[in-house]
């Protein structure tokens, strides 16, 4: 039988801590639970790879950009859910 391939954990960066999210668990909630709160977000310009994973995952449609070309955070529409900061391998999302 062949062997399951395990998930890499999610790793999510805050308030100089890092904490791990677990499966269909949110962001915010794993944030609460460690005390630290999602501050406002944007994206390093520098470190996206234009990827487009974060706006996949943005359920308010704030975050922006062409395909290979880095994104941008809408702030009047982004609610500081955190769920960009899982999805962005690159760390490329960093508080604002
Ligand atoms: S924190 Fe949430 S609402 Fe804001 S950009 Fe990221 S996924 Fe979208
Ligand atoms: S997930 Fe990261 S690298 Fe990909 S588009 Fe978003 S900010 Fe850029």
Redesign the pocket.
Known sequence: MAQQKKKKPVIVKLGGKEFEIPEGAKVKDVAAEHGVEIPKLT?DQE?????????KVCETGA?S?EKKE??TIDQEKCIQCGE?LA????G??VPA
């Open positions: 994206v470190k996206c790879k234009g990827c487009q994973m974060c706006e975050i950009g880095p994104h960009c999805k962005c391998k690159l490329a999302i």
